[in-house]
């Protein structure tokens, strides 16, 4: 996937590339594999000490687009207590409902992450776990606004202190400008994921200058995890 705000814009792939950010196509896709698990980017083992670094496993985690990810069952396995996934796609959101209907710690709901009233503000304390759902939103039209909404709403979800972690394609010079808006009182750094495995991070955005963070990705095929840290009173 690569959408607005990448150094791999081609306008040639926007007519596809467009129903990223359709519900409807997610669910489409989502009835013709059947519920297969399908991983994008990354799969659990590369990102585990990440995730287990930034998310805290004793408290309750809000995964958004999860798709026919299995991360969060991995997660589980390896101690998180409670993470609840959403996406706007109710197909995959009733295949993992009954895939992990016997696991309590795994709860499934239809939600829209750009809007999510039925969740209080900072009722994940655990933190908020977006892999690749930016990247859908922004395949959309409007861009701009719709994904400053989603991450408004995961700012206001999160509890204080805790985390939002975003697993992109998108390095730092093209994705930090979603990231930093006003409203998004967040402290953000990075980790780059190589496709060996090899991980760098995590680096605070703060310390590095523009040079320096025009530099990466360092690495070739590699991936971004933002870690977007809420203050602990706001
Ligand atoms: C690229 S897929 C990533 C799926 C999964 N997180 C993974 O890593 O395999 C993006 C997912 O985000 C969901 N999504 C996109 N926009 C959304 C929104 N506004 N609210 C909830 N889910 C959304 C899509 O339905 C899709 O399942």
Redesign the pocket.
């Known amino acids: 996937?690569a959408c607005r705000g990448t150094e791999y814009d081609n306008p040639a792939l926007y007519s596809s590339e467009d129903a990223?950010?359709l519900?409807s196509y997610?669910n489409d896709r989502y009835k013709r594999e059947g519920g297969a698990a399908?991983?994008?980017?990354r799969d659990y083992n590369s990102l585990e000490p990440v995730l287990d670094r930034h998310l805290d496993k004793s408290q309750p985690v809000l995964h958004?687009?999860?798709?026919?990810?299995r991360?969060q069952y991995q997660m589980h396995l390896d101690g998180f207590k409670s993470i609840h996934s959403?996406?706007?796609?109710p197909v995959?959101i009733q295949q993992l409902s009954e895939l992990h209907a016997g696991v309590p710690a795994l709860t499934y709901a239809v939600?829209?992450?750009?809007s999510m009233p039925e969740y209080g503000d900072g009722s994940f304390p655990g933190g908020v776990l977006d892999?690749?759902?930016l990247?859908?939103?922004l395949c959309g039209d409007s861009d701009e606004e719709e994904s400053l909404q989603?991450l408004l709403e995961c700012y206001r979800v999160l509890g204080p202190g805790a985390a939002y972690l975003q697993i992109t394609y998108a390095p730092p010079r093209t994705r930090l400008r979603y990231l930093q808006r006003p409203g998004l009182d967040w402290a953000v750094s990075f980790w780059e994921v190589g496709q060996q495995g090899r991980r760098e991070g995590p680096l605070a955005v703060a310390d590095l200058s523009a040079e320096e963070l025009g530099a990466f990705p360092k690495q070739a095929y590699s991936h971004f995890v933002y870690v977007c840290v809420k203050p602990a009173a706001v």
């Open positions: 996937m990223f950010s519900s997610w399908f991983e994008w980017y958004v687009g999860v798709g026919t990810s991360v959403v996406d706007y796609a995959c939600a829209d992450c750009r892999k690749g759902t990247d859908a939103l989603m």
